[in-house]
């Protein structure tokens, strides 16, 4: 089993900066796929970005390619995400999110993941 416990989030004026950090509490943690995800109100949950295992490969949502950037470490057992040109539109509850196996491939969609966080609200005033 894994939990995962999610902090940063906050309010932000447009074009601000946030970092969200996803602690893991399983050591197996290096061997899980990472994602991001988030989901607005009336909205479906939808994915922000992945990463793989070894951290070798990442994905990202094309809202969000170019401002956003997710990282993990491994020996500290977290993945981080990085949000920089806020915009109002990437107001959201954000979800960190793993998958049950190691897997070479980033994977976008919510069936794929396992294991969520509780999530933290990201507000983006304008």
């Known amino acids: 089993q894994v939990q995962l416990v999610e902090s940063g989030g906050g309010l932000v004026q447009a074009g601000g900066s946030l970092g969200l950090s996803c602690a893991a509490s399983r050591r197996t943690f290096s061997r899980n796929n990472m994602g991001w995800f988030r989901q607005a109100p009336g909205k479906e949950r939808e994915f922000v970005a992945s990463?793989?295992?070894?951290?070798?490969?990442?994905g990202y949502a094309d809202s969000v390619k170019g401002r956003f950037t997710i990282s993990r470490n491994n020996a500290e057992m977290f993945v981080y995400l990085q949000m920089n040109s806020l915009k109002p539109e990437d107001t959201a509850v954000y979800y960190c999110a793993a998958t049950g196996a190691p897997y070479s491939t980033v994977l976008v969609t919510t069936t794929a993941y396992n294991y969520w966080g509780q999530g933290t609200q990201v507000t983006v005033s304008s």
């Open positions: 990463i793989t295992w070894s951290g070798g490969r990442t």
